[in-house]
Nanobody
Framework: QVQLVESGGGLVQAGGSLKLSCAASGRTFSAYGMGWFRQAPGKEREFVATISLSGGSTYYADSVKGRFTISRDNAKSTVYLQMDSLKPEDTAVYYC???????????????????WGRGTQVTVSS
């Protein structure tokens, strides 16, 4: 079992920045591929970014590429999402997710992930 807790969400003006954190507890964090997803009201949960077990490989949705950066610190059992140049369309609840076993960064489908946090709200005002 892995427990995931997101933090760092909030209200920010367009063009601003936020850094989300996802702290993991339980089994060996470095054994899990990690992803960030988001869900806006009335929409399906969508992929944002993934990072490999070592942190050496990352992958981004086209909508956030060049603005968001995913990273992880295995010593702290934490994955981060640095969000810059935020837009109103980035408003959503952001979730982190963990996948055990075989992982490649193009695993962007929510259903393949084994554990989820409860999410943190990000609101970007225009």
């Amino acid at each position: 079992q892995v427990q995931l807790v997101e933090s760092g969400g909030g209200l920010v003006q367009a063009g601003g920045s936020l850094k989300l954190s996802c702290a993991a507890s339980g089994r060996t964090f470095s054994a899990y591929g990690m992803g960030w997803f988001r869900q806006a009201p009335g929409k399906e949960r969508e992929f944002v970014a993934t990072i490999s077990l070592s942190g050496g490989s990352t992958y981004y949705a086209d909508s956030v590429k060049g603005r968001f950066t995913i990273s992880r610190d295995n010593a702290k059992s934490t994955v981060y999402l640095q969000m810059d140049s935020l837009k109103p369309e980035d408003t959503a609840v952001y979730y982190c997710a963990a996948k055990r076993g075989t992982f490649i960064v193009i695993m962007t489908t929510p259903k393949v992930y084994d554990y989820w946090g409860r999410g943190t709200q990000v609101t970007v005002s225009s």
